[in-house]
């Protein structure tokens, strides 16, 4: 069964403090996985899309990579207001967006 | 470009009523999916329309039905409301093809009381 698992469910760090978090899949023919930022009571917002392993992608402090098993999200010297749940969403082979749970991360000034 | 726009923004509605739901995509945008979003369950897929069809539905009971209109705008019905309905309800709209990026809008709050 397609599977999406994103981790930690939730993060704090300081304000400044590097880390990356993790959405691994294991799905039948990976067609592209999205990153999304959802803040309290608010749509997903879009960040990343990445298509093949090896891709990468910037965004201000965000980086996201892609590796034939998993995908990660790093964050340079985050600042509180990228304190957000992050959600991980991969399209597999038959064209089923599946969905992870979200890390939540909080970022303390 | 506008964003995604739903309406009404929050409702509340009394078990056993029926409520409906409106998305308009973003312009150019021809398929609109729908999603349930709830603390426990996270984000599930309700369904998806691409040129007034169906292209995709998710595992959910016949109350929720959805349909969309020749100029791409969405709506979703539920019928005979029970208390887990109680969610946030997400439309997304993408240009066309399955692989396309989706664009959220910001979602209706449903409370079912």
């Known amino acids: 069964e397609d599977q999406v698992t994103q981790s930690p469910e939730a993060l704090r760090l300081q304000e400044g403090e590097s880390s990356s978090l993790n959405c691994s899949y294991t799905v039948s023919g990976l067609r592209g996985l999205f990153w999304y930022r959802q803040d309290p009571g608010k749509g997903p917002e879009f960040l990343f899309t990445l298509y093949s392993a090896g891709e990468e992608k910037e965004k201000e402090r965000l980086k996201a990579t892609l590796t034939k098993k998993e995908s990660f999200l790093h964050i340079t010297a985050p600042k509180p207001e990228d304190s957000a749940t992050y959600l991980c969403?991969?399209?597999?082979?038959?064209?089923?967006?599946?969905w992870g749970a979200g890390t939540k991360l909080i970022i303390k000034p | 470009k506008a964003g995604v726009t739903q309406t009404p923004r929050y409702l509340i509605k009394t078990r056993g009523q029926q409520v409906t739901l409106s998305c308009s995509p973003i312009s150019g945008h021809r398929s609109v999916s729908w999603y349930q979003q709830t603390p426990g369950q996270g984000l599930q897929f309700l369904f998806e329309?691409?040129?007034?069809?169906?292209?995709n539905k998710g595992n959910f009971p016949g109350r929720f039905s959805g349909r969309q209109f020749s100029n791409s705008r969405s709506e979703m019905n539920v019928s005979t409301l029970e208390l887990g309905d109680s969610a946030l309800y997400l439309c997304?709209?993408?240009?066309?093809?399955?692989?396309?990026?989706?664009?959220f809008g910001p979602g209706t709050r449903l409370t079912v009381l």
């Open positions: 329309y691409f040129s007034e069809t169906q292209r």
């Open positions: 997304a709209s993408s240009r066309q093809e399955s692989t396309d990026t989706q664009y």
């Open positions: 969403a991969v399209l597999d082979s038959n064209y089923q967006l599946i």
